[in-house]
C-alpha cells in the first residue's frame, strides 16, 4: 500500500527530507569553521607588530595607561593644561634632544602623550608621573624625562620615541 502525499498533511518522508537537510546544513558549516578560522592571524602574528586600537575614554585627565605593542611598553598620557603648558614653555634649545612638544603630539589632540616606554639610556623601564619634571623616571641610573616624553636630566641620549600612531576617532587611537 502507498502513501500519497500532500501539502495540507506532511508526511513522514517530508519530515525526513528536512531533518536531513538541516543536520546536513549544521555539519557542513561545523566542517567550514576551522578553514575559516585559520584564515585569522595568530597570536604569534598579532605580537609580531600587528596593529592595536586602544580605546582612550576611561583614561581619566593626569592619568597614564600602559599598553604593549610589538613587545614593547607603550606608555599613553592624558595630560592635564598645567603639563601641556609646562611641557610647550620649555626652552627647546636647552635639551639634550631638542624637539618642541608640538612635534610630539598629534595636533588637536595636544592632551595625549603616546611615547615607547623605554630608556633610551641601557633599555630599563620608567616610571610615570616620577622624577622632577613630572613626566617619567628611570630607576636604573636617573634619567629624567618631562611630561613630553624629552631627556632633561641623567644618561639617556634621547627622548622617549614615539611609536607610529594615529586617531581613529576623539577616543581611540591605532598604534602600529
Not at 639634550?96 to 595636533?107: G, I, N
Not at 633610551?120 to 623616571?137: K, V
Request: hydrophobic share 40%.
Amino acid at each position: 500500500m502507498t502513501t500519497a502525499s500532500s501539502a495540507d498533511h506532511p508526511t513522514r518522508r517530508d519530515f525526513l527530507f528536512v531533518a536531513t537537510g538541516a543536520a546536513a546544513a549544521v555539519g557542513g558549516a561545523a566542517a567550514l569553521w576551522p578553514f575559516i578560522s585559520q584564515m585569522n592571524p595568530d597570536a604569534s602574528t598579532i605580537a609580531a607588530g600587528a596593529p592595536i586600537e586602544v580605546d582612550l575614554s576611561p583614561v581619566a585627565e593626569g592619568q597614564d595607561i600602559k599598553v604593549f605593542w610589538r613587545g614593547k611598553p607603550i606608555y599613553i598620557s592624558h595630560r592635564t593644561k598645567k603639563q601641556i603648558d609646562e611641557a610647550r614653555a620649555v626652552n627647546v634649545a636647552s635639551l639634550p634632544d631638542p624637539q618642541t612638544d608640538e612635534a610630539r603630539v598629534k595636533s588637536g589632540h595636544e592632551q595625549w602623550l603616546v611615547v615607547i616606554g623605554i630608556c633610551t639610556h641601557l633599555g630599563c623601564i620608567p616610571i610615570a608621573h616620577e622624577g622632577s619634571y613630572d613626566g617619567f623616571f628611570c630607576p636604573c641610573h636617573g634619567s629624567q624625562y618631562d611630561s613630553s616624553g624629552r631627556i632633561r636630566q641623567g644618561p639617556a641620549p634621547a627622548n622617549l620615541p614615539v611609536p607610529p600612531y594615529q586617531f581613529v576617532s576623539d577616543t581611540k587611537i591605532q598604534i602600529g
